[in-house]
């Protein structure tokens, strides 16, 4: 027999959710044939059958969080003795493909009865519990039906679990509010959508940034009137058959030089160290709406990229967003994201900062209005801006500063381009 398991397909990620069985109990496979897709907090991913033969066991089930290391599928190698399953224990037995035992076996398929009363808790806490070697099974939980915390795993690290004094208390109140809701919501939904997979991701990510980071969104406005100019001066003089750049690679290519003026925006708060950590990689990750939910490619380098590179760059990875074949190196490395919301015709929003980056910006609608200009009314092309950002690591008056910046390249692209490489 082959345990197929569950191993490391992104970096250091620990644990991932089952998202789809590519195979039922009884199928014959091949090698490399996929059999289990799974999803972490960046990918989706195939595991591929390491050899050829029949499926004999599931072990896991479709929207379960397993770690890494976990047997998600059991197969018998093509051409093995189904005797060699029914020796008795204690005689040798010949290693697998993947080098495991007949005793090894054994051991895991105790496990799921083990994970029957399996604790609720978002995957980040149980990252928590397993980066501080705690199993998560014997800590209490004092959230809502029982679900364990952050809080929980760092007081039981500390030996102060027995204080469940007080979520013992807690409890009969959360069972209570439970009831309260559920009273009044519908008896019979009109349809019902499973929350797992990359959604599911999406919610625990968001969740862990807003209860981690205390966000401040800063507004503003940018007469882009002068660089839709520019673009189309451009267009035209490319002609018809000639490519266009977007406005957006005008954006990425003015955050890239603005966010060396501020590097403070361009950093990681590292907790653990007690340090707010400059990057000197300007890679900015561009949130993308796909069918499968939103995702996070990223530009690398934009600041040593020319404009029309980043232009060819972001149309390579909205491409293989939509088409959900993001590699891994597209995914990480982001130090700040940006959301162009403003062609879907959104005027304002309070985005939710990429943890654990320290900012995020979001583009909205680009509108002709009225303006004052050397004290004339003029019509201009003007857009809104939302910026989000870390109060820990900056303040208000250093993000109305970096939009003063941004504003004032955008405003000007011929300043704009004397600060290009």
């Given at each position: 027999?082959?345990?197929?398991?569950?191993?490391?397909?992104?970096?250091?990620?620990?644990?991932?959710?089952?998202?789809?069985?590519?195979?039922?109990?009884?199928?014959?496979?091949?090698?490399?044939?996929?059999?289990?897709?799974?999803?972490?907090?960046?990918?989706?991913?195939?595991?591929?059958?390491?050899?050829?033969?029949?499926?004999?066991?599931?072990?896991?089930?479709?929207?379960?969080?397993?770690?890494?290391?976990?047997?998600?599928?059991?197969?018998?190698?093509?051409?093995?003795?189904?005797?060699?399953?029914?020796?008795?224990?204690?005689?040798?037995?010949?290693?697998?493909?993947?080098?495991?035992?007949?005793?090894?076996?054994?051991?895991?398929?105790?496990?799921?009865?083990?994970?029957?009363?399996?604790?609720?808790?978002?995957?980040?806490?149980?990252?928590?519990?397993?980066?501080?070697?705690?199993?998560?099974?014997?800590?209490?939980?004092?959230?809502?039906?029982?679900?364990?915390?952050?809080?929980?795993?760092?007081?039981?690290?500390?030996?102060?679990?027995?204080?469940?004094?007080?979520?013992?208390?807690?409890?009969?109140?959360?069972?209570?509010?439970?009831?309260?809701?559920?009273?009044?919501?519908?008896?019979?939904?009109?349809?019902?959508?499973?929350?797992?997979?990359?959604?599911?991701?999406?919610?625990?990510?968001?969740?862990?940034?807003?209860?981690?980071?205390?966000?401040?969104?800063?507004?503003?406005?940018?007469?882009?009137?002068?660089?839709?100019?520019?673009?189309?001066?451009?267009?035209?003089?490319?002609?018809?058959?000639?490519?266009?750049?977007?406005?957006?690679?005008?954006?990425?290519?003015?955050?890239?030089?603005?966010?060396?003026?501020?590097?403070?925006?361009?950093?990681?708060?590292?907790?653990?160290?007690?340090?707010?950590?400059?990057?000197?990689?300007?890679?900015?990750?561009?949130?993308?709406?796909?069918?499968?939910?939103?995702?996070?490619?990223?530009?690398?380098?934009?600041?040593?990229?020319?404009?029309?590179?980043?232009?060819?760059?972001?149309?390579r990875v909205m491409k293989l967003a939509k088409e959900n074949k993001l590699s891994k190196?597209?995914?990480?490395?982001?130090?700040?994201?940006?959301?162009?919301?403003?062609?879907?015709?959104?005027?304002?929003?309070?985005?939710?900062?990429?943890?654990?980056?320290?900012?995020?910006?979001?583009?909205?609608?680009?509108?002709?209005?009225p303006v004052v200009r050397n004290d004339e009314i003029v019509i201009r092309s003007v857009?809104?801006?939302?910026?989000?950002?870390?109060?820990?690591?900056?303040?208000?008056?250093?993000?109305?500063?970096?939009?003063?910046?941004?504003?004032?390249?955008?405003?000007?692209?011929?300043?704009?381009?004397?600060?290009?490489?």
């Open positions: 027999m082959v345990e197929v398991k569950l191993h490391d397909v992104g970096e250091g990620m620990t644990e991932g959710e089952i998202s789809e069985f590519l195979v039922q109990v009884g199928d014959q496979v091949k090698i490399d044939q996929p059999l289990v897709e799974v999803q972490t907090d960046k990918v989706s991913a195939e595991l591929p059958s390491p050899v050829a033969g029949t499926v004999k066991e599931i072990r896991a089930e479709i929207g379960e969080v397993v770690t890494v290391g976990t047997t998600v599928l059991v197969l018998e190698k093509e051409g093995a003795s189904v005797d060699n399953d029914e020796q008795p224990e204690g005689q040798p037995k010949e290693k697998s493909a993947l080098g495991q035992t007949k005793v090894q076996m054994k051991i895991s398929r105790h496990q799921p009865t083990k994970n029957t009363h399996r604790v609720l808790a978002t995957p980040y806490t149980r990252r928590i519990a397993l980066e501080n070697r705690v199993d998560i099974e014997k800590i209490t939980g004092t959230g809502p039906a029982g679900r364990v915390m952050d809080d929980d795993v760092y007081r039981f690290v500390k030996g102060e679990q027995e204080a469940p004094a007080a979520s013992v208390a807690a409890e009969p109140v959360v069972e209570k509010d439970t009831a309260s809701k559920e009273s009044t919501l519908p008896q019979t939904p009109a349809k019902t959508i499973p929350y797992r997979g990359r959604r599911k991701q999406i919610g625990t990510k968001m969740t862990h940034s807003l209860q981690t980071i205390p966000h401040v969104t800063h507004f503003d406005e940018v007469d882009v009137t002068n660089v839709l100019a520019l673009r189309e001066e451009l267009k035209a003089e490319q002609g018809e058959s000639g490519s266009t750049v977007s406005v957006a690679a005008f954006f990425i290519k003015a955050l890239a030089i603005t966010l060396k003026d501020f590097p403070i925006f361009n950093a990681i708060l590292n907790e653990e160290k007690q340090e707010i950590q400059l990057q000197d990689a300007y890679n900015i990750g561009l949130a993308a709406d796909t069918d499968e939910g939103l995702i996070v490619p990223v530009v690398k380098s934009a600041d040593q990229k020319s404009i029309t590179e980043i232009h060819t760059e972001m149309k190196a597209d995914l990480t490395g982001g130090t700040f994201t940006v959301s162009n919301v403003g062609p879907l015709g959104s005027v304002g929003a309070t985005p939710i900062i990429n943890h654990p980056e320290v900012a995020l910006i979001a583009f909205h609608k680009t509108k002709k209005m857009m809104n801006l939302s910026m989000s950002f870390d109060h820990r690591v900056a303040d208000g008056a250093a993000a109305v500063a970096f939009t003063n910046r941004f504003a004032e390249l955008i405003e000007n692209p011929t300043k704009m381009m004397l600060e290009m490489v």
